[in-house]
């Protein structure tokens, strides 16, 4: 169980810094230019989303859906939650100093990266057929093929 919760806040770490690179980059490099930051912000968003690909695909060929689905939904509230209202302190924002309608377009980009990212490696996961059910129902196929079914005698 612990091996299970350290998966999961290894996984809301590695989200969270990610936006915390990304807004040092922001506030280093792109202080007063609006546009470099939005595409700084939109390559961290794509990076969450590959992270999740990545680790849905990985974590699907061993795990049923309900447990990984579990974990990562776990993992993105966390990293959610530090990463709306931790990050701006690390660079010296109020998390509330853009206003209310910064604060919620934050939260909503940020489950859509997720959102896409989890579906896109799922969706992967499942056209090759290298998930956790399609494993299961192949070796349940392999297994039954080659005995014939017994005549019970009454």
């Known amino acids: 169980m612990t091996q299970r919760w350290r998966a999961v806040g290894v996984l809301a770490a590695a989200l969270f810094a990610v936006n915390v690179v990304a807004r040092v980059i922001i506030k280093l490099g792109f202080d007063g230019n609006d546009t470099a930051a939005d595409r700084v912000s939109l390559g961290m968003f794509v990076v969450v989303g590959l992270i999740l690909a990545?680790?849905?695909?990985?974590?699907?060929?061993a795990v049923p859906a309900a447990r990984w689905g579990a974990d990562v939904s776990a993992a993105v509230a966390v990293a959610l939650l530090l990463t709306v209202l931790v990050g701006p302190l690390l660079v010296g924002n109020n998390p509330f100093g853009g206003g209310a309608g910064l604060?919620?377009?934050?939260i909503w980009l940020y489950l859509v990266a997720a959102g896409a990212g989890v579906a896109l490696g799922y969706l992967v996961l499942i056209a090759l057929g290298r998930d956790y059910r399609s494993q299961q129902l192949r070796r349940y196929a392999e297994r039954n093929v080659g005995k014939p079914r017994r005549v019970v005698r009454r």
Do not use: D, I, L
């Open 54 to 61: 990545g680790v849905v695909f990985t974590w699907g060929k």
């Open 103 to 106: 604060f919620f377009a934050q």
